[in-house]
């Protein structure tokens, strides 16, 4: 079983940066796909961004350009840099891993932006 932990959220001015990390404890993190979703208030939850194993990288459209999802398989870590922040980026964000028929998911770290 793996167990993910996110770290990094924060209070920030729009237009500002933010890196998250998902570090994630239990055997074979470099076989799971790894991925971030965020949850705003009283909206659902939505993809962010995903990584597979390959190091294969998928952005929703409203990120791209501004995020950068990258994994570190020999510290277990998995990053959301996150750049040109705007409020509407304002949420909770989870980090998943995912393998065969096995899902993960976080407990979520707070991104603020000020506007």
């Known amino acids: 079983q793996v167990q993910l932990a996110e770290s990094g959220g924060g209070l920030v001015q729009a237009g500002g940066s933010l890196r998250l990390s998902c570090a994630a404890s239990?055997?074979?993190?470099?076989?799971?796909?790894m991925g971030w979703f965020r949850q705003a208030p009283g909206k659902s939850r939505e993809f962010v961004a995903a990584?597979?194993?390959?190091?294969?990288?998928s952005y929703a459209e409203s990120v791209k350009g501004r995020f950068t999802i990258s994994r570190d398989n020999a510290k277990n870590t998995m990053y959301l840099q996150m750049n040109s922040l705007k409020a509407e980026d304002t949420a909770v964000y989870y980090c998943?891993?995912?393998?065969?028929?096995?899902?993960?998911w976080g407990q979520g770290t707070q991104v603020a932006v000020s506007s």
């Open positions: 998943t891993a995912s393998a065969a028929q096995y899902e993960y």
């Open positions: 990584i597979t194993t390959a190091g294969r990288t």
């Open positions: 239990g055997p074979s993190f470099s076989l799971y796909n």
